[in-house]
């Protein structure tokens, strides 16, 4: 069982269009994380949300972590083909942290 | 700056062999990670370390050991490999619990047949 859940599972889109992924879970989280990870590299953090209804921005890209927090999603407006690549939440539990299956996302120029 | 680096980057076996995948991170954090990737799956813990002198099974630890050697190497062993291990082994570090940032190594691309 995945403690957390990412949708869509892979998502092909044209340049300049938006689009939404989903982290979901059935377990409160102290705080989730977004990691973008391209082809033959580890997972980079792009953004860490921890107060429940937040809400942050980083360029074209907004995580918002839901009021319970129990779920996060993130929104890019208008779409360039230099966001393809696999796109990871994770949430810290203990000392450990644990990764959703990952969203692979290819915009289409 | 080195970060976290891993050795080997590639490596293929036999089934029943065993190797070492080595682990070592300059940045002077507490906790230590192993993860596996396989497509579809996201990552999944193997094994992690809190802190020097500890670690704890994660999500999917049988068929490996790990040894914390000090605070800045943590090694995953495969003692007899299996085909199902064929996977890419990722090795992370971050400073301490909670929302502090997890960094990744390159990766091990390790075949087994």
């Known amino acids: 069982t995945q403690l957390l859940e990412q949708s869509p599972q892979f998502l092909s889109i044209q340049e300049g269009e938006n689009l939404t992924v989903y982290c979901n879970s059935s377990s409160v989280f102290s705080s989730l994380q977004w990691y973008r990870q391209e082809p033959g590299e580890g997972p980079v953090l792009l953004v860490t949300?921890?107060?429940?209804?937040e809400v942050k921005k980083l360029k074209r890209l907004t995580f918002q972590f839901g009021d319970a927090r129990k779920d996060s999603s993130l929104h890019i407006t208008a779409a360039q083909p230099g966001d393809t690549g696999l796109y990871l939440c994770a949430g810290a539990r203990d000392d450990k942290i644990i990764f959703g299956k990952g969203t692979r996302l290819h915009i289409l120029p | 700056n080195a970060g976290v680096t891993q050795t080997p980057k590639f490596q293929v076996l036999k089934t029943g062999q065993s190797m070492t995948l080595q682990c070592a991170q300059d940045m002077n954090h507490n906790s230590m990670y192993w993860y596996r990737q396989d497509p579809g799956m996201g990552l999944r813990l193997i094994y992690y370390?809190?802190?020097?002198?500890?670690?704890d099974k994660g999500e999917v630890p049988n068929g490996y050991n790990v040894s914390r050697l000090n605070k800045r190497e943590f090694s995953l062993r495969l003692e007899s490999a299996a085909p199902s291990q064929t996977s890419v082994y990722f090795c992370?570090?971050?400073?301490?619990?909670?929302?502090?940032?997890?960094?990744f190594g390159q990766g091990t691309r390790l075949t087994v047949v």
């Open positions: 370390s809190a802190s020097e002198g500890t670690t």
């Open positions: 949300v921890v107060t429940g209804g």
């Open positions: 992370a570090s971050r400073r301490g619990q909670g929302k502090a940032e997890a960094f």
